[in-house]
């Protein structure tokens, strides 16, 4: 079975400042890797995936992530974030169909 | 890409009745997939809805409590039964095209049981 995990449970950091948040993931076969972000009050989104090639791959609002496979890792980043960032932010692990998410890492951006 | 809607979008219920909540995606997908989310927690695969056929519970969730129907490929309901407090969540459906695609979520269903 797959697991994931996120390092961090709340982040805190003033507008501008980068973002790296940690994301490692347990399974022995082949994933699909996400990011989610859950603005207050509002569904999911998709901020980006990861099924192949590129291991650094680019998603909506400026947010990448890069793949490392050897780390089991997929570390979200934003050189610069903005207060309306402020939001909760998943990282999913997907293997035939079923995904499995992280905790979640609360942003808090003060501007 | 595809939009899915859930009815209701929020409830409030009393204790021991059921709710039934639909998923309705605007275009065939391969698999469905019900999700809770408890406040202030992650989300957790509650089963997967096979169509035609009884679903796949995850380990802590049973047929009798939750319910599923997959009629067909575009739409699938969940029922949570005989709630209590502890059944206070938002329930997520997620439909994907096909296993090596994005899981596409609904806008979930927020229910408070009192």
């Known amino acids: 079975a797959q697991s994931v995990s996120q390092h961090n449970h709340h982040v805190i950091l003033s507008e501008a400042a980068s973002l790296e948040l940690g994301c490692n993931y347990s399974?022995?076969?082949?994933?699909?890797l996400f990011w989610y972000v859950q603005y207050p009050g509002q569904h999911l989104q998709l901020l980006l995936k990861y099924f192949s090639g590129d291991p650094l791959v680019k998603g909506i609002k400026g947010f990448e992530a890069e793949f490392i496979k050897s780390k089991f890792s997929f570390n979200l980043r934003k050189p610069s974030v903005q207060w309306s960032d402020t939001a909760e932010y998943f990282c999913?692990?997907?293997?035939?169909?079923?995904?499995?998410f992280g905790d979640g890492t609360t942003l808090t951006v003060k501007p | 890409s595809a939009v899915i809607s859930q009815k209701p979008s929020r409830d409030i219920c009393q204790r021991g009745t059921s709710l039934t909540i639909q998923c309705q995606v605007d275009s065939q997908v391969t698999m469905m997939f019900w999700y809770r989310q408890q406040p202030g927690q992650s989300l957790t695969l509650i089963a997967t809805?096979?169509?035609?056929?009884?679903?796949?519970?995850e380990s802590g969730f049973v047929i009798d409590k939750f319910p599923i129907s997959r009629p067909n490929l575009t739409f699938s309901t969940l029922t949570v039964s005989n709630m209590s407090p502890e059944d206070s969540s938002i329930y997520l459906c997620?439909?994907?095209?096909?296993?090596?695609?994005?899981?596409?979520f609904g806008q979930g269903t927020r229910l408070t049981v009192v």
């Open positions: 809805a096979n169509q035609g056929s009884e679903a796949t519970y």
């Open positions: 999913a692990v997907n293997a035939w169909g079923k995904s499995t």
């Open positions: 997620s439909a994907n095209s096909d296993m090596n695609t994005e899981a596409f």
């Open positions: 399974y022995g076969g082949t994933v699909n």
